[in-house]
């Protein structure tokens, strides 16, 4: 975990082990952790901040983490993919659904028993699996192709996936 604290819009789709994750970081040259990372690389804390508009896929399986930059995602382009996964959620009457997020991102959703919280209504789908598709974009020096992964999730209630859907969407507006 990074000793610097960051911010910004973040929605996570899965579990601690196994999730798929769109960020937009957000630092504050303010701040003593910050000011010290910066230091400790020689920039200025302005300049360790970055413009702050650079999106990013984070991923978790297995144990296993990584993730891959988004240069030129604006933050329409997260949003319009929060907002067809809300639909599909609500649209789904307990059938599978998929929400394709263009080259980088597709996600496959089925419904699966819900996890006993204690909440549940008893009627619909409770609960989504889903199968994330993830191809990185090529590394600038050709290096890396672009290795597709594949994320798997356990079962999520969907109250909380739209909560945590409208808390993002509310963050970018």
Known sequence: MSPVPVG??????????????????????????????????????????????TWAVLIEHDGEGGGFELPG???????????????????????????DGGSLLRLDARPAAAPDTGGGTGTGTDAY????????PEDPSGDDAGTPLTVETG?????????????FLGSLA
């Open 73 to 99: 995602v604006r933050d329409a382009e997260p949003a319009d993919f929060a907002e067809r996964l809300r639909a599909g959620l609500a649209a789904a009457a307990g059938g599978p659904f998929t929400v």
């Open 8 to 53: 910004g819009p973040a929605l996570f789709i899965g579990t601690d082990t196994d999730y798929v994750a769109l960020v937009r970081p957000e630092l504050d040259p303010a701040d003593p952790g910050v000011r010290q990372a910066a230091e400790q690389a020689g920039v200025t804390p302005e300049e360790f901040v970055g413009a702050g508009d």
């Open 129 to 136: 699996v889903f199968t994330a598709h993830l191809t990185p």
């Open 155 to 167: 079962p999520l209630p969907v109250a909380a996936l739209l909560a945590d859907l409208d808390a």
